[in-house]
């Protein structure tokens, strides 16, 4: 018997892991699975797990605060930049280096998909992605210090120290998954309707 290489979605959608479509993807099936993934391999403080949704939102305001006229198509792809992961779940940084390029390769395939699905470009401009990567990068800084146990000292020698307008202000505490969710999918829809107005 052939091994499954399919997810099933609440949605009711099969999604072919190894060849992704764009038309068997559905942005409740992501809010639903992101709402639920917890980062840190769940190892954070508070009474609800901090999920990738939240991460992702996060991501998406802090790349407002590094480019204010990010227009709603940047800003989307800042929200779906770890979007894969409602289907393969969050690996920690060190474990994603350990498995090699196999892994990344498989993770753009997904990307990409999703990207075509939601009218982004399958594969973003560098200067966007650096972006994107620059406003997740701190946003670990964030979530290691306020909800992963990190003194500031540690969070320095892994993560840069956010340094940009209205970094003092951020203030991490996670949801319930259903409130998450609602959040994630309301994100969405604001830009999505934006980029197609």
């Given at each position: 018997?052939?091994?499954?290489?399919?997810?099933?979605?609440?949605?009711?959608?099969?999604?072919?892991?190894?060849?992704?479509?764009?038309?068997?993807?559905?942005?409740?099936?992501?809010?639903?699975?992101?709402?639920?993934?917890?980062?840190?391999?769940?190892?954070?403080?508070g009474?609800?797990?901090?999920?990738?949704?939240?991460?992702?939102?996060?991501?998406?305001?802090?790349?407002?605060?590094?480019?204010?006229?990010?227009?709603?198509?940047?800003?989307?792809?800042?929200?779906?930049?770890?979007?894969?992961?409602?289907?393969?779940?969050?690996?920690?940084?060190?474990?994603?280096?350990?498995?090699?390029?196999?892994?990344?390769?498989?993770?753009?395939?997904?990307t990409?998909?999703?990207?075509?699905?939601?009218g982004?470009?399958?594969?973003?401009?560098?200067?966007?992605e650096?972006?994107?990567?620059?406003?997740?990068?701190?946003?670990?800084?964030?979530?290691?210090?306020?909800?992963?146990?990190?003194?500031?000292?540690?969070?320095?020698?892994?993560?840069?120290?956010?340094?940009?307008?209205?970094?003092?202000?951020?203030?991490?505490?996670?949801?319930?998954?259903k409130?998450?969710?609602?959040?994630?999918?309301?994100?969405?829809?604001?830009?999505?309707?934006?980029?197609?107005?």
């Amino acid at each position: 018997m052939a091994a499954r290489a399919w997810q099933r979605m609440l949605s009711g959608r099969r999604l072919d892991l190894l060849h992704p479509s764009p038309l068997d993807i559905e942005i409740e099936d992501i809010a639903h699975g992101l709402a639920r993934v917890a980062r840190w391999n769940g190892q954070t403080t508070g009474d609800h797990p901090y999920s990738v949704a939240e991460h992702s939102m996060l991501v998406e305001l802090i790349l407002r605060r590094l480019k204010p006229k990010a227009g709603p198509a940047e800003r989307l792809a800042a929200l779906l930049h770890d979007a894969p992961e409602y289907v393969i779940g969050d690996m920690i940084s060190p474990f994603k280096a350990a498995i090699g390029l196999d892994y990344k390769a498989f993770e753009q395939k997904l990307t990409s998909a999703v990207h075509i699905r939601f009218g982004l470009p399958a594969e973003l401009p560098p200067a966007q992605e650096k972006l994107i990567k620059r406003a997740d990068r701190l946003s670990a800084w964030f979530e290691a210090t306020q909800l992963a146990g990190f003194s500031e000292t540690d969070a320095a020698k892994y993560f840069p120290r956010p340094k940009f307008d209205g970094a003092s202000a951020i203030a991490l505490k996670p949801q319930s998954t259903k409130a998450v969710q609602r959040a994630f999918l309301a994100k969405f829809r604001q830009l999505y309707l934006q980029i197609r107005a």
